[in-house]
């Protein structure tokens, strides 16, 4: 169960520093005198950094371990977030927050690597749901925290929050034990290790489609983030205040909440439970058919989100939780640090898509 929580921690850290930058953006702008290209600038640099360090890091962690790279990710963003709110200028928050991507990637890339490590396969899944309740909690957490205390105190104190759970995880991870056998690999360090890793892969019958899947996932989740919450500020409760907009999206990442904690128990009601993200995705589907003419009440919006994000985070626990079963103990980290490289090109395009569509 300690291994568990730690591995949560590490799962809220990933997420929350990620969406802190969009509260935290406006009053950075503000302290800083940011014109809006340096404040792209300052979104863009993690996410680049983040691309290809994660491509980079999953041999790495399959030779010397995922207890190492947590705890070094830890101590290693700790300083950079530190870094980032000492910052007075444009350009070094810049620079820490793509040093922030090359860190970051060494607690991601190992996180369900390391669940498979040190839980029993029986009880994956549902250690697995445990993992992933991280993420609504954390867009939650990081919504509330960088417009209040961002407002009230300074965007600095969420960022040093932060820092302080990052050093929190790294000695939290030196209690892993061991690893166990069979766990690491032995290959050495190569162009020529790198190129068979990433192109079998790609080309196993097991992985193909779950990272093809993944793919889909990301960006259909990003198509629609990006899209829904202009649409309802801007026409679906235009005719209500931004609080009740507020309170929709708050009352629905509880759904996703409950997928990610139920995924488990439903997970059992299927031979393989991949199969239940398929009926997740059409559930999805018809629900958000709905959305466009149940424009003007907030109750409709609310529960459609909370069915949205319920699934969201039912297939998210689903896809991670089984995903480490698939490939032998050794090449574990390859897999997470791919299936991180997968999500966030999916998520980039389904956010560039999200503009043009709603332009």
């Not at 417009?147 to 990052?166: F, H, Y």
Request: net charge positive; charged share 10%.
């Amino acid at each position: 169960m300690l291994v568990t929580a730690i591995l949560w921690t590490a799962f809220f850290i990933i997420n929350f520093n990620v969406a802190m930058m969009i509260p935290l953006l406006p009053f950075i702008q503000r302290d800083l005198a940011l014109s809006p290209s340096e404040a792209g600038w300052i979104l863009a640099a993690f996410p680049v950094v983040a691309l290809l360090s994660n491509l980079a890091l999953g041999p790495l962690i399959d030779r010397f371990g995922r207890k190492l790279f947590i705890t070094l990710g830890g101590a290693a963003c700790c300083v950079t977030l530190l870094l980032t709110a000492a910052s007075h200028s444009a350009l070094l928050i810049v620079l820490t927050r793509a040093a922030t991507g090359l860190f970051m990637p060494m607690i991601g890339a190992s996180i369900f690597a390391a669940l498979a490590d040190y839980v029993p396969e029986p009880k994956r899944v549902r250690a697995a749901g445990y993992v992933t309740t991280a993420a609504p909690i954390a867009f939650l957490c990081s919504l509330s925290m960088g417009v209040v205390v961002g407002g009230l105190l300074s965007w600095q104190v969420t960022v040093i929050g932060l820092a302080v759970v990052c050093a929190a995880l790294a000695g939290l991870a030196l209690t892993f034990p061991a690893p166990p056998p069979g766990s690491l690999s032995a290959s050495g360090i190569s162009w020529a290790m790198y190129r068979e890793r990433l192109t079998s892969l790609s080309a196993n019958p097991g992985t193909r489609p779950l990272m093809a899947s993944y793919f889909c996932w990301s960006i259909g989740v990003y198509l629609f983030l990006g899209l829904y919450p202009s649409w309802l500020v801007q026409h679906g409760l235009a005719a209500f205040g931004v609080d009740t907009v507020g309170a929709v999206i708050f009352i629905g990442e509880v759904g996703g909440l409950f997928g990610a904690m139920l995924s488990a128990r439903l997970a059992r009601q299927f031979n393989n439970p991949l199969r239940l993200c398929a009926f997740a995705s059409i559930a999805i589907a018809i629900v958000i058919q709905a959305i466009p003419w149940s424009g003007g009440y907030p109750v409709i919006q609310g529960a459609a989100y909370m069915a949205f994000a319920f699934g969201r985070d039912l297939m998210l626990a689903l896809i991670l939780g089984d995903a480490m079963r698939l490939v032998e103990a050794s090449r574990r980290g390859s897999l997470n640090s791919s299936l991180n490289a997968v999500y966030q090109t999916g998520g980039a395009l389904g956010g560039l898509a999200s503009a043009w569509l709603y332009a």
